[in-house]
């Protein structure tokens, strides 16, 4: 008997001191009890869950839902963004995530929308053209200054490019048209966000540079945090004031992004502090909906939780403008600076600065986590512990996730929950196992009661692929543990 057939079943938060329709698709979609999307629910910590219901107003069932909706939402936008091309006018969760929309150019492709579950919104301009008339703002930003204008965002719910005026809206107006920008596909919105820098190791642990600031992620040999914390060369000091590392990496402004590299009195672990006296496992590093909730981490106000708003905003901070970052109704202050957000256990990327505090609210934004990977050819520290790091040899795939598990375990992908596709095609799953291992790969189909394996990869080894072609539906992928514990990486290319 082969020996798997038992397992086949706007203020920069600078240090203190310088304040440096439903996303679940709606036909033949899996069970509630039966689908993996609870999973990513399942996966937060109580900590994360009692924040999501104080700063967003939740239950803890609704915090639940609301986090399986997140993670059905950004799979549904990952697919549509590719079957949609230059029709795709962005994609967003309503305000109490109930409907999950999407923007299409051409009203003939709505139909692929609703048959993955969303809305379909009619909308003038792409999300390509979106991003043109930002990138033209961008291009002509020394033609205003912080007191005018305190930011720009594409807000893809209106399908328009956002302008936050500053003490009246005739010097930002005068900038859109300076830019050369479709006055057309411009918002020029009052604003009283003053956006500036904020100075302030887990995972939103506090850190020491001359003044404090707070760690985003581990990542092999140090951290990743906000890049107006410190230039390359700037020593730290960790939490406990015992020297900790470098900064190796160092961009601001036009990004806010760093690396410090740690000394041998430090080891980086996947977690991040939740303030409650434990941590929060970090599974992985998928990107969020517009719409979705995110919660972060800092060495000043702890957990803090809101929505994401609006992705690729410019800010006009005193020292300059910093573009590409993500805007959230999120709260922070001083010192949270370079702290971590994240999506359940999916990690978003590093806090940058904003406006209010958490006693009134605010807007924050955050320096996503994907950008500061590829800069400096980082990699992110996953659930394992002191597991190896991640192994990297499924490459050139259209998604990557990353995971750990111990002997016997399971794991389902991509994020713990399922992915749909519209169209008949290949699909190809590639799973790098740490060595010594035996790790599986299966890929399982929703068949309208209960998932069924139809590919799977079970060598000896830790190694595997597997390749289906199938008709639309639902998926899913189970790395499975055979024998052997630690890292893998996942690459996927679906149809």
Known sequence: MNRHLAAAAAVLLLPVGVLAATATPAAAAPAPDAAPAPAAADAASPEMFAAMQRDLGLTAEQARTRLARDAAASRTEADLRKTLGGAFGGAWLTADASSFVVGVTDAKQAAKVRA????????????????????????????????????????????????????????????????????????????TEAPKTLYDVRGGDAYYMGGR????????????????????????????????????????????????????????????????????????????????????????TGWRCGTVQAKNSTVYYAEGTVSG???????????????????????????????????????????????????YGLTLRTSGGGDPNPPTGCSGHEFTYTGSL?????????GGTYYYSSTSGQHRGCLDGPNGTDFDL?????????WVNVASGTSTGPDESVTYSGTA?????????????????????NP
Do not use: M
């Not at 043109?132 to 205003?144: E, H």
């Not at 978003?348 to 934004?365: A, H, M, R």
């Not at 539906?473 to 290319?493: K, W």
């Open 116 to 191: 993955a579950g969303a809305e379909a919104r009619i909308v003038s301009r792409s999300a390509a053209q979106l991003d043109a008339a930002k990138a033209k703002l961008d291009g002509s930003a020394a033609r205003t200054s912080a007191t005018s204008v305190a930011g720009w965002y594409v807000d893809v719910a209106t399908n328009t490019v956002v302008v936050l005026a500053r003490g009246g809206t005739a010097a930002a107006t005068d900038f859109v048209r300076a830019s050369g920008v479709d006055a057309a596909a411009v918002r020029v919105v009052a604003s």
């Open 213 to 300: 600031c707070s760690v985003g992620f581990s990542v092999t040999g140090g951290f990743v945090t906000a890049g107006h914390c410190g230039t390359v060369g700037t020593p730290t000091q960790g939490y406990n004031n015992v020297s900790q590392g470098t900064f190796r990496g160092s961009s601001f402004p036009g990004n806010d992004y760093a690396w410090v590299q740690t000394n041998s009195n430090w080891t980086p672990q996947p977690w991040v502090n939740n303030y409650a006296g434990g941590n929060v496992i970090v599974a992985g590093n998928t990107e969020a909906a517009v719409g979705a909730s995110v919660c972060r981490s800092g060495s000043t």
């Open 325 to 375: 970052l993500t805007r959230t109704t999120a709260c922070a202050e001083p010192g949270d600076s370079g702290g971590s957000w994240l999506a359940g256990q999916q990690a978003q990327g590093v806090t940058s600065g904003g406006s209010g505090n958490c006693s009134v609210g605010g807007t924050t934004y955050f320096q996503p986590l994907n950008e500061i990977l590829s800069a």
């Open 406 to 414: 111990s002997s016997g375990g399971n794991a389902y992908q991509p």
């Open 442 to 450: 299966y890929l399982q189909k929703w068949n309208g009661a209960s």
């Open 473 to 493: 539906g639902y998926y899913r992928y189970r790395v499975h543990a055979y024998s052997g514990s630690g890292s893998y990486t996942l690459g996927l290319t």
